[in-house]
């Protein structure tokens, strides 16, 4: 079955299923507080890039040729760190949020016009973010800087479809920006009171397979 028959095969279902796995690298964009500057303690604050996972199930509206509406709820395993550096020691201590995320996101997608059995595609769109471990008690100790459980992210993406005579096959590459600050303010932890702001970012590479 060409392009051409997939299309038309394609464009007689208004909804359209599979599922997607992705690999990530999530890190941080950090903020510094006024209180940075106050202190001599904590030198440097960055952050860590660390690998992840999901796992989804993709589900499309399809409005024309061109155009789909995409929907992929999801759950995501990631990890962000923040190491510092401190006037009084000589190693550089390490802050890891591990988090399991229930994801929501809806996209729309644009595909370019067929060559052979091959398209192009760009995606952009809105993800809504559950952390699962917010509440966790690893995270209630006094050392660990605090997030929020909700996130909303905006995200872009280029990706390319294969089309084979029963899936398509389509790997993508993923920009997500979390649009809130995440950070949960807490004065009394010294990790903590030195950030204004967390935002969250992650790199995805997914493959999604679908009939």
């Known amino acids: 079955m060409n392009i051409y028959e997939h299309d038309e095969r394609y464009s007689r279902r208004n909804f359209h299923f599979g599922i997607s796995m992705s690999l990530n690298r999530s890190n941080y964009k950090i903020t510094l507080d006024s209180n940075y500057l106050a202190q001599n303690e904590i030198l440097e604050a960055h952050a860590l890039t660390n690998p992840g996972f999901s796992l989804g199930i993709l589900s499309d509206y399809h409005i024309s040729r061109s155009f789909e509406l995409r929907f992929i709820p999801d759950l995501s395993f990631s990890d962000r760190s923040i190491q510092y550096k401190i006037s009084t020691a000589d190693t550089l201590p390490v802050k890891k949020i591990e988090s399991v995320y229930l994801e929501f996101p809806l996209h729309l997608?644009?595909?370019?016009?067929?060559?052979?059995?091959?398209?192009?595609?760009?995606?952009?769109?809105?993800?809504?973010?559950?952390?699962?471990?917010?509440?966790?008690?690893?995270?209630?100790?006094?050392?660990?800087?605090?997030?929020?459980?909700?996130?909303?992210?905006?995200?872009?993406?280029?990706?390319?479809?294969?089309?084979?005579?029963?899936?398509?096959?389509?790997?993508?590459?993923?920009?997500?920006?979390?649009?809130?600050?995440?950070?949960?303010?807490?004065?009394?932890?010294?990790?903590?009171?030195?950030?204004?702001?967390?935002?969250?970012?992650?790199?995805m590479f997914t493959i999604h397979f679908e009939g």
């Open 109 to 203: 997608k644009y595909r370019s016009a067929p060559y052979k059995d091959f398209r192009m595609y760009v995606i952009g769109g809105f993800k809504y973010s559950v952390d699962m471990q917010s509440n966790a008690q690893a995270r209630l100790a006094e050392d660990l800087v605090k997030v929020y459980k909700n996130d909303i992210g905006a995200e872009w993406g280029v990706g390319m479809e294969f089309h084979l005579p029963l899936v398509i096959i389509s790997p993508e590459i993923k920009v997500s920006y979390g649009m809130l600050n995440i950070l949960r303010p807490d004065d009394n932890l010294n990790f903590s009171r030195v950030l204004d702001k967390l935002h969250a970012r992650t790199l």
